[in-house]
Nanobody, 126 residues
Framework: QVQLVESGGGLVQAGDSLRLACAASGRTFSSTGMAWFRQALGKEREFVAAIRWRGGATDYADSVKGRFTISGDNAKNTVDLQMNSLKPEDTAVYYC???????????????????WGQGTQVTVSS
């Protein structure tokens, strides 16, 4: 069974940086892309960033552009999220996800991803 495991969350102050990591484990796993989503308390899950292995294209939510950077290794089935200049509104549980869709898909749509991690809490104090 494929598992995605996130790590790197924690409590930081506004303006600090944090790096999240996600690794896939289990039986032979392959994906065409991976992404990060987040869900703040009392709010709906929202897209943060995505990377497609073919061509290395990346996508970001407007709220994190210029502050967050997604990177990954297709061969190792890992994806990272470097978060800089963190703000209190970035506080949320962060989830990584993986897709096996080969054709066109909306990277910001949660339904495009078949595998999800359990999440890691990021708390940014003001």
């Amino acid at each position: 069974q494929v598992q995605l495991v996130e790590s790197g969350g924690g409590l930081v102050q506004a303006g600090d940086s944090l790096r999240l990591a996600c690794a896939a484990s289990g039986r032979t796993f392959s994906s065409t892309g991976m992404a990060w989503f987040r869900q703040a308390l009392g709010k709906e899950r929202e897209f943060v960033a995505a990377i497609r292995w073919r061509g290395g294209a990346t996508d970001y939510a407007d709220s994190v552009k210029g502050r967050f950077t997604i990177s990954g290794d297709n061969a190792k089935n890992t994806v990272d999220l470097q978060m800089n200049s963190l703000k209190p509104e970035d506080t949320a549980v962060y989830y990584c996800a993986a897709t096996r869709i080969y054709g066109l898909y909306d990277p910001a749509r949660g339904g495009a991803y078949a595998n999800w991690g359990q999440g890691t809490q990021v708390t940014v104090s003001s």
